[in-house]
């Protein structure tokens, strides 16, 4: 039997690539894989793609050609390098599909660099969040944005590596947008998870039953039910998600925001503790692994070793409801700042919670807040009738942790910025 379904050439075969260009290959798509780590390549050939020996040999028969790549420079290297690019081999009229984060502002001069030798190749800009099981799984959350008839046309291949698959108005680079607005609700509550998993320990609680509770509250997040456990076992060196992937992804967004004049307080503190992580060398270590910024010198692993802990206050009367109030303080304070960033760069505000709340950038406070900011049309948190007891509660938890000497710059950024937004 003919297969029928489009030839795909897929470049970045590492924790995400491989996974989506593996399960390109289950359903059925012709995929030849390029990575310059061969056994990376070997199990994409495992499940019935076929290896490249060059991102132009990948590219040769393809009418898809998918990158995975870390960054923009990693993507004109596969695309552009004389004699092994890409773009020089593909057939004509077929479609570049980038799936890397990359700055907003990299896609139009790629698709101008691209225009300079083949200007009858498609682009499509769609990045992708999930992480490595649903890119395994083919449900990742896809934010692509292009040509409306290039969509079409890539609709079939989207739809396998996606669920949700979001179409983003606007044209080229407003995936981009939308991704770096997700990635400002992750890049905050991964180092907030840090921050409170920090709090919980060094007061000498039970760091298993403040995550256990946190995880039923308030100041539940996404990023805090997923790095948590990590924090528990002090397991830093199984790598899911590296230090220097939230570095990068955090300082795409805070680059983007300086250069078109929005104030992003809470995103540049997150970006100055990832930065202080890379400079305690953990740069390729779990991102959960920053905690240990939280850690007396002497005792890095004490998050792990408490989980047996019967301290139900500890120092300074802290409980795990301060806590919690902790991470609830930041995720209101965060989720404002988010949403007024994205009516600043022209994403539709109801389409940006339902991205949020579907993906790893999802907290309880973001559910709440966000769509009574929407409905208010107001980015004031006065419109937010949570906002007067989760600022008194944050206040009291930001004096609790400085009674102990215990430094929680997210939550003091975030409680000086709701006192800026509630100013008379």
């Known amino acids: 039997m003919v297969n029928t379904l489009p030839k795909i050439g897929f470049c970045g075969l590492g924790a995400m690539g491989g996974g989506m260009a593996r399960n390109l290959a289950k359903v059925g798509f012709p995929v030849a894989g390029y990575d310059l780590y061969t056994p990376l390549v070997d199990k994409l050939v495992a499940v019935g793609g076929t290896a490249a020996a060059s991102p132009a040999a990948a590219a040769a028969n393809c009418d898809f050609m998918i990158l ?18 890409a773009i020089a081999a593909m057939p004509k009229g077929s479609t570049v599909i980038l799936c890397s984060t990359t700055p907003p502002s990299y896609l139009k001069k790629l698709r101008a660099h691209i225009d300079e030798t083949r200007p009858d190749l498609k682009l499509l800009d769609c990045p992708v969040s999930g992480g490595s099981i649903r890119a395994a799984a083919g449900t990742l959350s896809i934010f692509s944005s292009g040509p409306e008839e290039d969509l079409d046309n890539a609709k079939v291949v989207l ?40 709090l919980a320990a060094v007061a000498g609680l039970n760091t298993k ?59 540049n503190t997150a970006e100055q503790l990832y930065i202080t992580g890379t400079h ?8 959960a692994g920053l905690v240990r ?38 995720h209101l304070a965060s989720t404002r700042e988010c949403m007024a960033f994205a009516k600043f760069v022209d994403v539709d505000l109801s389409l940006l919670f339902d991205i949020v709340t579907k993906g790893a950038g999802a907290s309880n406070m973001f559910d709440i807040a966000a769509p ?48 800026f937004d509630l100013r008379e």
């Open 209 to 267: 039953d403040a995550y256990d509770a946190i995880c039923k509250s308030i100041g539940r997040s996404w990023m805090f039910e997923n790095r948590g456990p990590h924090m528990l076992a002090n397991d830093y060196l199984t790598v899911h998600s590296a230090v220097s992937i939230i570095l990068k992804d955090n300082t795409i967004v805070t680059t983007h925001a300086k250069s078109i004049g929005f104030p992003l307080v809470l995103e």
């Open 68 to 85: 995975m790549v870390v960054n923009d420079v990693q993507a004109d290297s596969v695309l552009f390098t004389p004699e092994t690019g």
């Open 372 to 419: 009574q900011i929407i409905k208010a049309g107001s980015f004031s948190l006065k419109t937010v009738k949570e906002t007067p007891e989760v600022l008194a509660n944050l206040k009291v938890a930001v004096q609790k942790a400085t009674e102990i000497g215990q430094s929680v710059p997210m939550a003091a950024a975030a409680l000086q910025q709701i006192y």
């Open 293 to 330: 910024l939280y850690m007396p010198t002497s005792s890095p692993d004490l998050v792990g070793n408490l989980t047996t802990s019967s301290v139900k206050e500890g120092k300074a009367g802290i409980t795990i409801d301060t806590v919690i109030d902790l991470m609830a303080g930041v």
């Open 280 to 287: 305690n060398g953990l740069t390729k270590e779990d991102d």
């Open 159 to 198: 739809e396998a590596m996606a669920e949700p698959l979001y179409r983003i108005p606007g044209g080229i680079s407003m995936g981009s947008v939308a991704k770096m607005l997700h990635q400002h609700q992750a890049a905050t509550n991964i180092i907030m998870a840090s921050e409170a998993m920090g």
